[in-house]
């Protein structure tokens, strides 16, 4: 049984899609990919759940088709 939450849980879900975008306004390619990968660490790190993690890593590595 998975512990990964993968409904929508963002009461606003546009407002933080904004605020992502947003935070990438200005930046180079490389940049961005920096902030993504800064970003996924520090959530990361605030989930703390190895197992929780991994599936993550598992979901978003399938292909959506």
């Known amino acids: 049984m998975t512990k990964l939450e993968t409904r929508s849980n963002i009461p606003v879900p546009d407002d933080f899609y904004q605020a992502l975008i947003e935070t990438h306004t200005d930046l180079s390619d490389s940049q961005s990919m920096a902030l993504n990968a800064r ?10 759940d190895m197992e929780v993690l991994r599936e993550a890593l598992r979901l978003a590595r399938e292909d959506p088709h």
Do not use: E, F
């Open 39 to 48: 970003l996924v660490l520090l959530l990361a790190n605030h989930i703390g």
